[in-house]
């Protein structure tokens, strides 16, 4: 405790006050021997006012020799205010690495909900380098594994907007660098000269690096990168609890950006392999119409259990060979089955002159197999003779052909047999029939006709409205007949859920150009 009067003298100093203010002995000027802040208080609490007499409750706050203390007021009966000081130093440091701790796990609990709302790589790189130089350091940049001897650098400023540059440099030029992107620990920042960064390094209008941090961006088994962060000469340099708290922000954003480089390649190799699985776009081939239409039974799915090709003849004008098939099953699982079919096929071609032959190899080939499903298919050899096309037509377990005349007649083909891939020996009928100008053959998988739908939501579009539904395509062109029988099947189902649906349409030209080579070219033209 110390007292001192309405003058600014000290009156009495106890034996802890006079630890803490060994100069404070009685007739002392407290301006002499305490703190300005002190004997300020001192000279606003010992001349009461009505705006001036500070409130007992709410405590000073000073540093007394290099610690801090809570001051107490307390006036006495003869006007001298007696002091009574405690040391809250430990508490203000507990206080404040909890308000930081809190302020890091808010960070840390951003970076995290920002980076990981992303599968993009670029746009982790982004968020990286900027939460970086915003909350880290003065500057930031994260840098990837290098691609083609060029590495990929997003640089930012506090303040700025990411900036990325492929830099063809070498990593190993850089202690600690070349280590960060290969995964082992990072340097201490102790060990590193500011002085030698490179420029590439250095953001323009930085100014002289005072301090340097590299730490390695750890991934899902490979590194993910490495991140640097900058210090101007005229900040404070990185202390080892920042670097520990960079390396634990650094773990998120490596988790972040090798979750998203991961993403990428699955998603490239599910492109490559998608494109292998789609149904190809359909066109004309050799003086023959053919068009295609395909959807799967999940909308957001893109390929499932049915598939067609067109294989065009290896001499002009001879017959190509169209297939369709219905695997049973829908999704990826069918669609993977489909592909081993339509590859089975194509090895196959040299044979397409005998239907037959080519199912029962598609059978055996698919009884050898690991898979236990089955698939019901059609065949087609279509042939340009004249303003005609001769078809040739095998079905194996699958729905018959069905040709739209002229006239609006649909003919049901004789086409019929087993399943593919069920039973060791299969049979098939092979059936033929001629197209004459205007008309077409339809090709369907069942998905089309059993599709469930209508005014009450359970009736079967069935074989009948189909064929309705086709006599009134009599004379139009297989794309028209094709997005017809689609719109249908589309209005009949609304929402509902539904089977793989494949259509494919086979057509005679309704006229023959003049001007025009193998029909790829518009002119003039005769019935």
């Known amino acids: 405790m110390l007292v001192a009067d309405a003058q600014g003298a000290v009156v009495r100093c106890n034996d802890a006050a006079g630890l803490l203010l060994p100069a404070a002995t009685p007739g002392t000027p407290l301006v002499e021997v305490a703190p300005a802040w002190l004997s300020a208080a001192h000279d606003v609490f010992s001349s009461p006012g009505p705006h001036t007499v500070p409130d007992p409750e709410e405590p000073l ?32 440091l507990v206080q404040e690495a909890l308000r930081m701790e809190r302020e890091r796990t808010a960070f840390l609990a951003k970076a ?40 990929p650098v997003v640089t930012c400023l506090r303040g700025g907007t990411p900036v990325l540059a492929d830099m063809s440099v070498d990593p190993d030029d850089v202690p600690g660098l070349g280590e960060a992107l290969r995964g082992f620990p990072p340097v201490p920042s102790r060990w590193l000269d500011p002085a030698a960064a490179p420029a590439w390094m250095v953001p323009e209008g930085f100014g002289p690096v005072g301090s340097i941090v590299i730490t390695p961006l750890p991934g899902h088994g490979v590194p993910a990168g490495a991140l ?144 236990t499903r089955f698939a019901t298919m059609v065949l087609a050899s279509a042939q340009r003779l004249g303003n005609t096309v001769d078809l040739k037509l095998t079905s194996g377990g699958h729905p018959s052909p069905l040709i739209i005349r002229a006239d609006g007649t649909v ?78 099947a589309a209005q009949w189902l609304g929402n509902r859920p539904h089977d793989d649906m494949a259509v494919v349409v086979i057509s005679a030209p309704r006229t023959h150009h003049l001007s025009a080579v193998n029909g790829h ?7």
């Open 61 to 92: 706050h000073g540093v007394i020799g290099g610690r801090r203390f809570e001051a107490h007021p307390t006036r006495r009966d003869d006007g001298s205010v007696a002091w009574w000081f405690v040391d809250d130093t430990d508490h203000q």
């Open 411 to 488: 003919e049901e083909t004789d086409t019929h047999g087993t399943l593919i891939g069920a039973l060791p020996d299969i049979s098939t009928v092979t059936v033929t029939a001629s197209l004459a100008p205007g008309e077409s053959c339809v090709l369907y998988t069942d998905g089309i006709t059993e599709a469930k739908g209508g005014p009450m939501g359970d009736t079967l579009f069935g074989d009948e409205r189909f064929k309705r539904a086709l006599s009134g395509c009599a004379g139009m062109p297989a794309e028209g007949i094709v997005e017809h029988v689609q719109m249908l």
């Open 228 to 371: 640097v962060l900058l210090r101007k000469a005229e900040t404070a340099s990185f202390s080892a609890e920042e670097e520990v708290f960079a390396r634990l922000f650094a773990a998120r954003a490596g988790a972040a950006m090798s979750a998203a480089r991961l993403y990428a390649e699955q998603t490239a190799i599910t492109d490559v392999l998608m494109r292998e699985l789609l149904p190809p776009v359909l066109h004309q081939v050799s003086g023959v119409d053919f068009a295609g239409g395909y959807r799967p039974s999940a909308d957001h799915e893109r390929i499932g259990g049915d598939f067609y090709d067109v294989h065009p003849a290896t001499v002009e004008g001879e017959a190509s060979l169209v297939s369709l098939g219905d695997v049973c099953g829908k999704g990826l699982e069918a669609a993977v089955l489909t592909g081993k079919i339509r590859n089975t096929l194509h090895a196959l071609l040299p044979l397409a002159g005998d239907h037959q032959r080519m199912l029962r190899l598609l059978n055996t080939a698919l009884l050898s197999s690991h898979h």
């Open 112 to 151: 995290s909900s920002l980076l990981l709302s992303s599968l993009n790589l670029g746009r982790c790189m982004d968020v990286t380098a900027q939460m970086a130089a915003e909350s880290l350091a003065d500057a930031a940049l994260a840098i990837a594994p290098s691609r083609s001897s060029r590495l």
């Open 521 to 527: 070219t518009r002119g003039r033209f005769t019935a």
